[in-house]
Protein backbone atom coordinates (compact mmCIF):
# COMPACT_ATOMS: atom_id res chain seq x y z
CA UNK A 1 0.00 0.00 0.00
CA UNK A 2 1.55 3.53 -0.63
CA UNK A 3 2.65 5.80 1.77
CA UNK A 4 -0.38 7.99 3.70
CA UNK A 5 -0.48 11.56 1.20
CA UNK A 6 0.49 14.33 4.02
CA UNK A 7 -1.71 16.71 2.35
CA UNK A 8 -5.09 14.44 3.43
CA UNK A 9 -6.18 14.32 7.38
CA UNK A 10 -8.90 11.72 7.29
CA UNK A 11 -11.91 13.22 9.28
CA UNK A 12 -14.32 10.76 10.71
CA UNK A 13 -18.15 12.15 11.05
CA UNK A 14 -21.42 10.81 12.16
CA UNK A 15 -24.28 10.65 9.65
CA UNK A 16 -25.94 13.22 9.62
CA UNK A 17 -26.91 15.99 6.88
CA UNK A 18 -23.87 18.03 7.55
CA UNK A 19 -21.49 15.18 7.15
CA UNK A 20 -23.66 13.95 3.56
CA UNK A 21 -23.26 18.18 2.48
CA UNK A 22 -19.44 17.81 2.95
CA UNK A 23 -19.44 14.65 1.55
CA UNK A 24 -21.19 15.59 -1.80
CA UNK A 25 -18.65 18.81 -1.61
CA UNK A 26 -15.99 16.33 -2.25
CA UNK A 27 -17.21 14.68 -3.99
CA UNK A 28 -18.25 17.63 -6.48
CA UNK A 29 -15.01 19.05 -6.24
CA UNK A 30 -13.35 15.47 -8.26
CA UNK A 31 -12.29 13.62 -4.57
CA UNK A 32 -13.39 10.50 -2.64
CA UNK A 33 -15.55 9.89 0.52
CA UNK A 34 -16.11 6.95 2.24
CA UNK A 35 -20.16 5.79 3.05
CA UNK A 36 -21.72 2.93 4.04
CA UNK A 37 -24.18 0.87 1.86
CA UNK A 38 -26.25 -1.98 3.54
CA UNK A 39 -23.01 -4.60 2.10
CA UNK A 40 -19.83 -2.84 3.23
CA UNK A 41 -18.33 0.94 3.27
CA UNK A 42 -17.57 1.91 -0.30
CA UNK A 43 -15.22 4.67 -1.57
CA UNK A 44 -17.40 7.10 -3.66
CA UNK A 45 -16.32 9.41 -6.38
CA UNK A 46 -18.27 10.83 -9.37
CA UNK A 47 -18.17 8.07 -12.03
CA UNK A 48 -18.55 10.42 -14.74
CA UNK A 49 -15.05 12.09 -14.00
CA UNK A 50 -12.21 10.20 -14.89
CA UNK A 51 -10.13 11.68 -12.98
CA UNK A 52 -12.05 11.18 -9.67
CA UNK A 53 -12.45 8.04 -10.82
CA UNK A 54 -8.28 7.82 -10.91
CA UNK A 55 -8.59 8.72 -7.33
CA UNK A 56 -10.46 5.89 -6.54
CA UNK A 57 -7.69 3.64 -7.78
CA UNK A 58 -4.78 5.67 -6.39
CA UNK A 59 -6.04 5.45 -2.84
CA UNK A 60 -6.88 1.94 -3.25
CA UNK A 61 -3.85 0.79 -5.38
CA UNK A 62 -6.28 -1.24 -7.37
CA UNK A 63 -5.30 -2.99 -10.94
CA UNK A 64 -6.85 -0.43 -13.70
CA UNK A 65 -8.43 -3.80 -15.50
CA UNK A 66 -10.56 -4.38 -12.42
CA UNK A 67 -13.86 -2.17 -13.09
CA UNK A 68 -15.90 -0.54 -10.52
CA UNK A 69 -19.67 -0.67 -9.76
CA UNK A 70 -21.77 2.63 -10.02
CA UNK A 71 -24.27 3.08 -8.02
CA UNK A 72 -27.41 5.40 -8.61
CA UNK A 73 -30.51 6.13 -6.62
CA UNK A 74 -33.51 4.61 -8.74
CA UNK A 75 -34.23 2.51 -11.89
CA UNK A 76 -34.55 5.01 -13.77
CA UNK A 77 -31.47 6.04 -13.54
CA UNK A 78 -30.04 3.24 -14.24
CA UNK A 79 -31.67 2.90 -17.44
CA UNK A 80 -30.55 6.06 -18.59
CA UNK A 81 -26.76 4.52 -18.56
CA UNK A 82 -27.40 0.99 -19.13
CA UNK A 83 -29.56 -1.54 -21.73
CA UNK A 84 -32.04 -4.02 -19.81
CA UNK A 85 -33.33 -7.03 -21.13
CA UNK A 86 -36.50 -8.53 -20.03
CA UNK A 87 -34.66 -10.83 -17.14
CA UNK A 88 -32.36 -7.32 -15.77
CA UNK A 89 -35.85 -5.47 -15.22
CA UNK A 90 -37.67 -8.70 -13.58
CA UNK A 91 -34.14 -8.71 -11.25
CA UNK A 92 -33.88 -4.86 -10.65
CA UNK A 93 -37.88 -4.59 -9.95
CA UNK A 94 -37.50 -7.53 -7.58
CA UNK A 95 -34.61 -6.70 -5.53
CA UNK A 96 -33.78 -2.75 -5.97
CA UNK A 97 -33.13 -0.94 -4.16
CA UNK A 98 -30.45 -3.73 -2.48
CA UNK A 99 -27.29 -5.88 -2.63
CA UNK A 100 -27.67 -6.74 -6.04
CA UNK A 101 -25.43 -5.36 -8.59
CA UNK A 102 -26.37 -6.19 -12.46
CA UNK A 103 -23.90 -6.20 -15.49
CA UNK A 104 -25.50 -4.60 -18.38
CA UNK A 105 -24.19 -3.66 -21.75
CA UNK A 106 -23.85 0.53 -21.62
CA UNK A 107 -25.92 2.92 -23.84
CA UNK A 108 -24.09 4.68 -26.51
CA UNK A 109 -24.61 7.56 -24.57
CA UNK A 110 -23.92 6.53 -21.35
CA UNK A 111 -21.96 9.23 -19.75
CA UNK A 112 -19.91 7.18 -17.05
CA UNK A 113 -16.07 7.39 -17.05
CA UNK A 114 -14.30 4.56 -19.48
CA UNK A 115 -12.13 3.97 -16.45
CA UNK A 116 -14.89 3.46 -13.95
CA UNK A 117 -15.91 0.35 -16.53
CA UNK A 118 -11.91 -0.51 -17.15
CA UNK A 119 -12.67 0.11 -20.70
CA UNK A 120 -15.47 -2.62 -21.22
CA UNK A 121 -18.51 -2.34 -23.44
CA UNK A 122 -20.54 -3.40 -19.99
CA UNK A 123 -21.59 -1.36 -16.42
CA UNK A 124 -21.81 -2.94 -13.46
CA UNK A 125 -24.59 -0.90 -11.18
CA UNK A 126 -26.47 -0.71 -8.36
CA UNK A 127 -29.62 0.83 -6.81
CA UNK A 128 -28.15 0.84 -2.77
CA UNK A 129 -30.29 0.93 0.30
CA UNK A 130 -28.74 2.40 2.86
CA UNK A 131 -29.93 5.51 3.57
CA UNK A 132 -26.48 7.18 3.66
CA UNK A 133 -25.68 6.10 0.21
CA UNK A 134 -29.30 7.39 -0.98
CA UNK A 135 -28.66 10.96 0.80
CA UNK A 136 -25.30 11.54 -0.95
CA UNK A 137 -26.82 9.85 -4.25
CA UNK A 138 -29.15 12.59 -4.27
CA UNK A 139 -27.11 15.35 -2.55
CA UNK A 140 -24.34 15.13 -5.35
CA UNK A 141 -26.56 14.45 -7.91
CA UNK A 142 -24.30 12.05 -9.71
CA UNK A 143 -24.02 8.51 -10.46
CA UNK A 144 -20.85 7.36 -7.73
CA UNK A 145 -18.52 4.24 -8.59
CA UNK A 146 -18.25 2.75 -5.17
CA UNK A 147 -16.03 0.01 -4.85
CA UNK A 148 -15.24 -1.29 -0.82
CA UNK A 149 -13.78 1.41 0.93
CA UNK A 150 -10.16 -0.43 1.74
CA UNK A 151 -6.75 -0.92 -0.25
CA UNK A 152 -7.07 -3.45 -3.17
CA UNK A 153 -7.78 -7.05 -2.44
CA UNK A 154 -7.52 -6.00 1.61
CA UNK A 155 -10.40 -7.46 3.71
CA UNK A 156 -13.86 -5.17 3.25
CA UNK A 157 -15.31 -2.54 5.57
CA UNK A 158 -17.65 -3.19 7.46
CA UNK A 159 -16.86 -0.06 9.86
CA UNK A 160 -15.51 3.04 10.13
CA UNK A 161 -12.83 1.87 11.69
CA UNK A 162 -11.87 -0.82 9.38
CA UNK A 163 -11.87 2.05 6.18
CA UNK A 164 -9.55 4.00 8.53
CA UNK A 165 -7.45 1.19 8.86
CA UNK A 166 -6.01 1.29 5.95
CA UNK A 167 -7.30 4.26 4.00
CA UNK A 168 -6.11 6.68 7.05
CA UNK A 169 -4.44 9.30 4.89
CA UNK A 170 -5.74 8.61 1.70
CA UNK A 171 -9.26 9.89 1.88
CA UNK A 172 -10.46 13.04 3.64
CA UNK A 173 -13.81 11.79 4.87
CA UNK A 174 -15.41 8.90 6.31
CA UNK A 175 -19.06 9.07 6.90
CA UNK A 176 -19.74 6.65 9.84
CA UNK A 177 -23.38 5.04 10.28
CA UNK A 178 -22.01 2.38 12.12
CA UNK A 179 -21.47 -1.47 11.55
CA UNK A 180 -23.45 -2.62 8.04
CA UNK A 181 -25.99 -5.09 7.66
CA UNK A 182 -25.00 -7.25 5.39
CA UNK A 183 -21.61 -7.77 5.84
CA UNK A 184 -20.68 -9.32 2.79
CA UNK A 185 -20.78 -7.91 -0.73
CA UNK A 186 -23.35 -7.40 -3.34
CA UNK A 187 -24.57 -10.83 -5.34
CA UNK A 188 -23.22 -9.95 -9.02
CA UNK A 189 -25.49 -11.25 -12.15
CA UNK A 190 -24.36 -10.30 -15.83
CA UNK A 191 -27.95 -10.37 -17.39
CA UNK A 192 -27.53 -9.58 -21.47
CA UNK A 193 -28.83 -11.44 -24.39
CA UNK A 194 -31.50 -13.49 -23.06
CA UNK A 195 -29.04 -15.22 -20.66
CA UNK A 196 -28.18 -14.67 -16.53
CA UNK A 197 -24.53 -15.35 -15.46
CA UNK A 198 -23.42 -15.49 -11.61
CA UNK A 199 -20.31 -13.31 -11.66
CA UNK A 200 -19.96 -13.40 -7.70
CA UNK A 201 -21.93 -15.17 -5.10
CA UNK A 202 -23.57 -12.62 -2.53
CA UNK A 203 -26.45 -11.87 0.06
CA UNK A 204 -28.70 -12.73 -2.99
CA UNK A 205 -28.69 -16.10 -3.56
CA UNK A 206 -28.47 -18.14 -6.92
CA UNK A 207 -31.97 -20.17 -6.25
CA UNK A 208 -33.76 -16.44 -5.60
CA UNK A 209 -31.91 -15.12 -8.98
CA UNK A 210 -33.25 -18.10 -11.46
CA UNK A 211 -36.49 -17.93 -9.43
CA UNK A 212 -37.57 -14.52 -10.21
CA UNK A 213 -35.26 -14.08 -13.61
CA UNK A 214 -37.01 -17.52 -14.60
CA UNK A 215 -34.03 -18.48 -16.43
CA UNK A 216 -30.76 -20.72 -15.12
CA UNK A 217 -27.92 -19.35 -14.52
CA UNK A 218 -25.38 -20.60 -17.02
CA UNK A 219 -21.50 -20.71 -16.56
CA UNK A 220 -20.05 -18.06 -15.42
CA UNK A 221 -16.56 -18.33 -16.69
CA UNK A 222 -15.57 -16.37 -19.71
CA UNK A 223 -11.96 -16.10 -18.71
CA UNK A 224 -12.22 -12.10 -18.27
CA UNK A 225 -12.56 -9.57 -15.42
CA UNK A 226 -16.16 -8.68 -15.97
CA UNK A 227 -16.84 -7.49 -12.73
CA UNK A 228 -15.57 -6.91 -8.72
CA UNK A 229 -14.09 -9.44 -7.05
CA UNK A 230 -13.35 -12.13 -9.81
CA UNK A 231 -9.31 -11.28 -9.14
CA UNK A 232 -7.70 -15.49 -7.84
CA UNK A 233 -6.87 -13.39 -4.45
CA UNK A 234 -8.79 -10.89 -2.87
CA UNK A 235 -10.52 -9.63 0.07
CA UNK A 236 -7.44 -11.04 2.05
CA UNK A 237 -5.52 -10.16 5.11
CA UNK A 238 -1.91 -9.87 5.78
CA UNK A 239 -1.52 -13.12 7.42
CA UNK A 240 -1.57 -16.88 6.14
CA UNK A 241 -5.50 -18.45 6.21
CA UNK A 242 -6.24 -21.83 6.88
CA UNK A 243 -10.30 -22.89 5.70
CA UNK A 244 -11.59 -25.69 6.84
CA UNK A 245 -10.57 -25.88 9.88
CA UNK A 246 -11.40 -28.37 13.06
CA UNK A 247 -9.23 -26.97 15.86
CA UNK A 248 -6.72 -24.57 15.80
CA UNK A 249 -2.89 -25.17 15.37
CA UNK A 250 -0.41 -23.37 17.13
CA UNK A 251 0.02 -19.96 16.43
CA UNK A 252 -3.52 -19.61 14.26
CA UNK A 253 -6.50 -17.22 15.80
CA UNK A 254 -9.35 -19.58 15.12
CA UNK A 255 -12.73 -18.67 13.40
CA UNK A 256 -15.57 -20.41 14.66
CA UNK A 257 -18.78 -21.43 13.17
CA UNK A 258 -21.51 -23.80 14.75
CA UNK A 259 -20.29 -26.41 16.75
CA UNK A 260 -16.33 -25.11 16.08
CA UNK A 261 -16.27 -22.29 19.15
CA UNK A 262 -12.26 -20.51 18.20
CA UNK A 263 -11.16 -17.36 19.60
CA UNK A 264 -14.53 -16.08 17.29
CA UNK A 265 -17.06 -17.13 16.16
CA UNK A 266 -19.29 -16.59 12.81
CA UNK A 267 -22.59 -18.02 14.58
CA UNK A 268 -22.72 -20.45 17.16
CA UNK A 269 -25.82 -20.97 16.17
CA UNK A 270 -24.78 -21.85 12.39
CA UNK A 271 -26.60 -19.09 11.29
CA UNK A 272 -25.62 -18.42 7.63
CA UNK A 273 -26.94 -14.68 7.40
CA UNK A 274 -25.41 -13.65 10.67
CA UNK A 275 -22.06 -15.47 9.56
CA UNK A 276 -22.23 -13.58 6.74
CA UNK A 277 -22.72 -10.15 8.42
CA UNK A 278 -19.71 -11.09 11.27
CA UNK A 279 -17.21 -12.66 8.08
CA UNK A 280 -14.90 -9.51 7.64
CA UNK A 281 -15.62 -8.44 11.31
CA UNK A 282 -13.99 -11.45 12.69
CA UNK A 283 -11.08 -11.04 9.89
CA UNK A 284 -10.32 -7.98 10.82
CA UNK A 285 -10.14 -9.48 14.46
CA UNK A 286 -7.97 -11.94 13.39
CA UNK A 287 -4.85 -10.00 11.61
CA UNK A 288 -5.15 -7.52 14.91
CA UNK A 289 -4.52 -10.75 16.84
CA UNK A 290 -0.75 -10.98 18.18
CA UNK A 291 -0.66 -14.70 16.26
CA UNK A 292 1.10 -14.95 12.75
CA UNK A 293 -1.89 -17.30 10.93
CA UNK A 294 -5.97 -17.53 11.01
CA UNK A 295 -7.85 -20.34 10.52
CA UNK A 296 -11.58 -20.78 9.94
CA UNK A 297 -13.87 -22.96 10.87
CA UNK A 298 -15.88 -25.16 7.71
CA UNK A 299 -19.20 -23.31 6.23
CA UNK A 300 -21.84 -25.30 4.59
CA UNK A 301 -21.77 -24.30 0.56
CA UNK A 302 -25.85 -24.34 0.70
CA UNK A 303 -27.59 -20.28 0.76
CA UNK A 304 -25.73 -17.67 2.15
CA UNK A 305 -22.46 -20.24 2.41
CA UNK A 306 -21.48 -20.24 -1.17
CA UNK A 307 -21.02 -16.71 -1.04
CA UNK A 308 -19.12 -17.02 2.42
CA UNK A 309 -17.01 -19.40 1.07
CA UNK A 310 -15.87 -17.57 -2.44
CA UNK A 311 -14.85 -14.77 -0.40
CA UNK A 312 -12.88 -16.75 2.05
CA UNK A 313 -11.17 -18.97 -0.84
CA UNK A 314 -9.73 -15.47 -2.54
CA UNK A 315 -8.36 -14.51 1.00
CA UNK A 316 -6.57 -17.68 1.46
CA UNK A 317 -5.40 -17.28 -2.20
Known amino acids: MATPNPSFTTAVRAFDDAAIA ?39 GRPSFNPL ?29 GPLTLVLPRRADCPIAGLATAGLDTIAIRVPAHPAMQALLKASDKPLAAPSANASGRISPTRAEHVLATLCGHIPLIVDAGPTSHGLESTIVAAMGGTIRLLRPGPISAEEIERVAGLALSSSETGNIEAPGQLESHYAPEKPLRLNAADALAGEWLIGFGDVVGDATLSGSSDLVEAAATLFERLHQAEASERPRIAVAPIPENGLGAAINDRLRRAAA
Open 69 to 97: IVHVPTIDAAQQIATFDEAAEKLAAAFWP
Open 22 to 60: EAARLIGEGQCAAIPTETVYGLAADATNGEAVARIYEAK
